[in-house]
């Protein structure tokens, strides 16, 4: 499995506080159902950490792949702006 160094991630991907509430709203509910333009922005952060085969959902589903990985890393992580 090739993955991409940390390095690569695009550094322009940031999370503004009310899309850190929001994100912890959908975990804290247990609904973890993100859309739109903040499912791409988790999604393109995390894509580089994922499997290959999650990230192209074939093997395993993204959504479910970045909820585990935030409620085992918190959203500390996360860049803000």
Known sequence: MCK????YR???ITF?????NE???WLDSGD???DGILWEKLYEYFVDE????TAKART?????????K????GTLSLPMR
């Not at 503004?16 to 850190?20: D, G, K, N, S």
């Not at 395993?60 to 585990?68: C, N």
């Open 60 to 68: 395993g589903d993204p959504d479910v792949w970045i909820a585990d």
């Open 32 to 34: 973890f159902a993100p």
């Open 70 to 73: 935030l409620d085992a890393d």
């Open 16 to 20: 503004t506080p009310a899309e850190i």
């Open 10 to 12: 695009t550094p322009e």
């Open 23 to 25: 994100i912890h709203e």
């Open 50 to 53: 994922m499997p290959y085969g």
């Open 4 to 7: 991409h160094p940390k390095s």
